[in-house]
């Protein structure tokens, strides 16, 4: 929620900021003041509650989750119907079926999907060098689209180029599950984050 309000503050002309509603407050409030009030006090309170899920969950949190639950540890997975695959020493795979609300308007899955598929192998595959008290934060993500599908399993891997104490490089490809033909090939960069 947060999230939405920034959005929103940061799109609107400044001469209009303090004149909008903001999602949260009481539309039963009595004048333009008291909505302007509480606009105000919603945001200050946004500002000082720190998200816990702002850089991730940790590292064991988060393996462990995965092991005992599988893709429910993640609400994504569920989301996209993700299944998890090995996962460990700095590699991860995991594997979706395309469905047709995944298609866009040409009829190709939606290339962002291949992206957000990668992302996720990808960062699986780094949580699997973390420390206990490390995170995780994407820097820089780059993906190449080399063919398009519409139908059938994807599958996307994962690994760690090199992880250091600071910053961490990593690659990922997305394939055709049944001919494993390459679709899109991603390199990123995190930050690596100490509690």
């Known amino acids: 929620m947060r999230f939405c309000r920034t959005i929103m503050r940061w799109s609107l002309p400044p001469a209009r900021q303090d004149s909008v509603a903001m999602p949260s407050i009481d539309s039963t409030a ?11 006090h919603s945001q200050r ?3 000082r509650t720190p998200n816990p899920l702002a850089y991730g969950r940790g590292h064991l949190d988060y393996i ?28 991860a795979s ?3 079926e395309v469905r047709p609300d995944m298609l866009n308007g040409a ?6 999907v291949y992206v957000a598929l990668a992302d996720e192998a990808i960062a699986l595959a ?30 996307a891997t994962g690994r760690v180029i090199r992880k250091g104490r600071r910053v961490a490089f990593a690659d990922g490809e997305v394939r055709n599950a049944a001919d494993d033909t390459l679709l899109t090939r991603t390199s990123t960069s995190f930050a690596v984050i100490k509690n």
């Open 64 to 91: 462990d989750e995965l092991n005992r639950v599988g893709r429910d540890a993640n609400p994504f997975f569920k989301l996209m119907g993700i299944e998890l695959g090995e996962f460990g020493d700095g590699c």
């Open 30 to 40: 009595a004048s333009r003041h008291e909505i302007q009030h509480q606009a105000r």
């Open 107 to 112: 009829g190709w899955l939606q290339g962002g």
């Open 45 to 47: 309170l946004s500002r």
């Open 94 to 96: 995991l594997t979706m």
């Open 126 to 155: 780094l949580y699997t060098l973390l420390s206990k008290d490390e995170k995780i934060a994407t820097i820089d993500e780059h993906t190449s689209f080399i063919k398009g599908v519409n139908t059938g399993t994807i599958a």
